[in-house]
């Protein structure tokens, strides 16, 4: 049996994310953090170290990016091994924070299921969008997580700080997974990251987008297989 690996979805995602790539790796508990409840991404990565196991893999999709850089520095000591996937390491921008307060006004006001399809394009590759399949989790996990849950991630992300001072510090081994398609997190971020984590791994999944995780889980798989073991 392989090391736990703590696992955090993107925005309006749940495990269900995760639930195609460790079919591939089979040899691994899985502890999904807490997303949802809080409102804040220091409270998130609290109530994930609560319910962890002493010591673990961190898996972090573009929000649970930002939480488990979060996590890093409340309780680095307890992570193993780091890889993060479609994530970045700045703040947000005035305009981004806007555009989430708007986007949280709109769900509340009854528009949530039209910001979720809104959404769909973005988080995959072009020549994906036609599978019935990716549409489904990613309208099913959207309704799992439900407007407050929106609310509440929306917040955490605005107000979330920025990282690259704490990964600079972090030792552990760490690999960085980029969709050669994704339009939400250009490449360039990434590789900011990849050049202040001291011997990170930087793999991009091409045909793949903001959640390869869905599109392609075999290649990521491969790619971060031997990190896990590690």
């Known amino acids: 049996m392989g090391q736990p690996v703590v696992v955090l979805p993107a925005l309006v995602c749940t495990q ?14 899985i502890i ?8 804040s991404v220091e409270a998130m990565a ?18 649970g990016g930002y939480v488990a850089m979060e996590m890093i520095r409340q309780a680095p000591e307890r992570i193993n091994a780091l890889i993060l996937i479609s994530t970045n390491a700045k703040s947000d921008s005035l305009e ?11 769900a509340a006001k009854g528009g949530y299921g039209k910001i979720i399809r809104a959404q769909f ?18 309208r099913a996990m959207a309704e799992a997580v439900g ?8 917040k955490a992300i605005a107000a979330r700080p920025a990282s690259l001072e704490t990964l600079s510090g972090f030792a552990a081994p760490c690999c960085l997974i980029h969709g050669g398609e ?7 971020m990434m ?9 990170s791994q930087l793999q991009q999944i091409s045909g793949a987008g903001h959640l390869c995780l869905l599109e392609k889980p075999r290649e990521v798989a491969f790619k971060i297989s031997g990190i896990l073991s590690s």
Do not use: W
């Open 96 to 106: 981004m924070q806007r555009t989430r307060a708007q986007q949280c006004e709109i």
């Open 46 to 63: 609290a109530a994930t170290l609560a319910r962890a196991p002493a010591s673990f893999a961190l898996m972090g999709v573009s929000m």
């Open 121 to 138: 394009p973005s988080m995959f590759a072009q020549a994906q969008q036609g599978r019935d399949d990716l549409r489904q989790c990613h």
């Open 32 to 39: 999904c953090g807490d997303t949802f409840e809080n409102d």
């Open 191 to 199: 590789d900011e990251m990849h050049a202040v984590l001291p011997g």
């Open 16 to 29: 269900a994310l995760f639930d195609p790539l460790f079919k591939a790796l089979p040899d691994h508990e």
């Open 182 to 188: 994704d339009i939400v997190t250009p490449y360039e």
């Open 147 to 154: 407007v407050q849950g929106f609310v509440n991630q929306q």
